[in-house]
C-alpha cells in the first residue's frame, strides 16, 4: 500500500476482489479525507496478471504510478507498469510498459520537479543460479517519453524490492539483499539492509553500503526518507534479540554524507513483535509506524512514535489502534500540518481473513495521531459560488464554548503551497463570512485552477476545494 498527498489525497492497494486476481487499486479524497470517491483500479490489463501495489508520486503537474506483477501464467511474460493522470486522478492515461521480462519485481518511483525516476529488479535464471539486477529508467518530461534502461547494479544470488527517494544531491535507494559479497558462492548468508547512491540522478552509482548489522540474522523490509537538509533515514526490522523467527523490533540508522557514513543503530520497539515500519520527515522531525504483533498470535496493531530532532531522541510509543483482529502494512504521510496513517485491518471480519482499508488522521501540535477525526459538527466551511470567476464568499462557523479560540483561513495551491492568509485572528463561536477575490498574497490575479480553502481553529480543521476560472 502506498500513500500520497497534496491538495488531493491519494492512496493506492492491492486487491482480489476480482475474480480472485489481485490488482492495483486507486482512491482518492479531495478534501482532505473527510469524503472519497469510488474506488478504481488502474492495472486493469488484456493479460489474466496478478498485480503488485502501485508505487505513486507527484512531479510538477502530474500524478504517476508504475507497478509490477505477483504471480503471471507460464506463458505470459512480466511487465513493470506505468500510468499518469494530468488531472490529479479524476481520469488516467493509458498504460506503459517501462520493462517486459521474466522474474521482475516491485517498481520503486521518485520525482524531483519535472524529471521521474524509476528503480526496479530483475532475477535472470542461469543454469543452477540466479543473478540479480537493479533496472533504472528516467523521464525528463513528466512520463511523456523515457530514457533506454540502464542496468545499474548485479548482484549475486538474491535481491529484494527496495525504496528509492529523489533530492537535489541525487538519488538514494535502500534494498534489501544477501550478504555474500566477500563470498559470492555462499548463499547461506543472512539479509541484510544496503544503500547506494546517484550524485548524478543517472549513470553513477556507488557500491552497496551497509546499513543493517552485518551479522547471522535477518534483517528485513526497509523503509527510508530523505530529510530537507539531505540525511538519509531508514528503519528496517531484525530478530536479532527477539524469540520469534518471523518478528522482531525496529531498528534505525541515518547518515548525513549519501551513505558514506552511518550513525549508529538504534533499536526503537523492545517488544518482539514488529516487523513492516514506514518513515516519513517534516522539518527537524521523524514520523515512524509500524505493525506490531505484541498482543497475541495474529493480531498485529499499528503503532508510532515521533522524533523532534531528526532522530538523535524519540518519544514514546503511542498505540494507534484496537482490534481483536490484524491491523496490517501501516504507511504514515504529512499535509498541510496533519499526519495521516493509512493500513489494512481485518476487524470487521470474524475470520481474520478479509482486511479493508482504514486511515485516521493527527496533527503536528502534539504530533501524535487521532483515534477518530474531528467532531464533524465543531467547523462547518462552505464556499459559493464555486466556481467562481471573480469573488468567493467563505462562509464558515464556529461551535463550542463561548472563548476565543485562534481561527485561520487560508488559500493554498495544488502543491500545498500557501498562496495567502485571508484571517488570522482570535474569534469566539458563532458564524463568519470572508471574501477571497483571487488573488495572492501580493494582490496579483492567480491563474485559473484549483485551489483549496482552509480553516483551522485549534486542533480542528476543514477545508474546501475552490475552482477559479477567469
Known sequence: MRWYGALNLHVT????????????????STDLGYSWEQDLVISDTLQEQQHTPPDIALSTNYLHAVWGYAWKPISEDGHIYYRRSLDNGATWEDTYYLSSYEMQSKPSIATLGDTLYVVFTRTIERHDSTLPEIHFRKSYDEGATWTEPLIIADYYPQLIDGVLRANEEGLHYVFQHKDNFDEPGNPYRSQEIFYIHSPDRDTTWTDPIFVSHRDSIHSQWASMCVDN??????????????????????????????????EEIQFLTDAHGATWSNIISRGDHLYLVWQDERHGSRNNEVYFRHSPERGRCWDPEIRLTRADNESLWSVIAEQHDTLYVFWTDSRDDPTNRFEELYFKRGYLEGTGVSESPPS?????????????????????????????????????????????????????????????????SKETKVSSGVYLCVLQVGECRRAAPLLFLK
Open 376 to 440: 464533524q459538527h465543531s467547523l462547518y466551511l462552505t464556499a459559493y459560488p464555486n466556481p467562481f470567476n471573480e469573488k468567493v464568499i467563505l462562509q464558515y462557523g464556529i461551535a463550542g464554548d463561548h472563548r476565543e479560540q485562534r481561527a485561520l483561513l487560508k488559500i493554498c495551491n495544488v502543491r500545498g503551497q500557501l498562496v495567502t492568509t485571508i484571517l488570522d485572528s482570535k474569534l469566539t463561536p458563532g458564524e463568519y463570512r470572508s471574501l477571497w477575490d483571487g488573488t495572492d
Open 13 to 28: 492497494w492491492m486487491d482480489d476482489r476480482r475474480g480472485g486476481l489481485y490488482k492495483s487499486f486507486y482512491k482518492r
Open 229 to 262: 537538509e539531505g540525511t538519509v533515514h531508514v528503519t528496517w526490522f531484525d530478530y536479532k534479540f527477539s524469540p520469534h523467527g518471523s518478528m522482531g523490533d525496529i531498528f534505525y540508522a541515518n547518515s548525513k554524507d549519501n551513505g558514506q557514513t552511518w
